[in-house]
């Protein structure tokens, strides 16, 4: 585990730096990634939930996603396996391989806010692929604004 997380310490100093996810890389192949899912917030608690797709072409090795929030996170949060705390508002989470026109496994995670807000904007984007290209990258960047209703709000 601690060396798991080592890694993403790594990724979350480096993420934009060695190979963004639409950057080509030398012999890259060619995926278009999406993320669909569902947002809310209810006393504070912020729940997320995802299903990362690849339209292809090509499969995409690995793939790291980043969430960021409008409000800062509380210090102390509780994250599922394959998620780090990257930032005061950010956390990043490894998707993992994404077969060529295949689905990932969802990801859900819970947040709790540093303070209470009727409202807080969502963030959802790719920040690793693997070396893969993605032309597409109107469906790879999600923006939500939630409101504080306990309602979910669909991307």
Not at 56 to 71: C, F, K, N, Q
Not at 82 to 97: F, I, K, N, Q, T
Request: proline content about 5%; hydrophobic content about 45%; charged content about 20%.
């Amino acid at each position: 585990m601690r060396k798991v997380l080592a890694g993403f310490a790594a990724l979350a100093a480096v993420c934009g730096a060695a190979v963004p996810a639409g950057a080509v890389a030398a012999g890259g192949s060619e995926a278009d990634l999406a993320y669909h899912g569902a947002v809310s917030i209810a006393d504070r608690m912020v729940g997320v939930r995802f299903t990362p797709r690849n339209h292809g072409p090509s499969a995409a090795p690995d793939v790291t996603v980043r969430l960021r929030w409008s409000a800062a996170l509380a210090d102390r949060q509780e994250l599922p396996v394959g998620c780090v705390r990257s930032g005061p508002r950010e956390v990043l989470c490894r998707v993992g391989a994404l077969p060529a026109d295949g689905l990932g496994e969802q990801i859900a995670l819970r947040v709790r806010l540093r303070q209470a807000s009727s409202e807080v904007l969502l963030a959802l984007d790719t920040v690793w692929s693997g070396g893969t290209v993605d032309r597409n990258r109107h469906n790879d960047r999600q923006r939500v604004l939630v409101l504080a209703t306990g309602d979910e709000y669909y991307f």
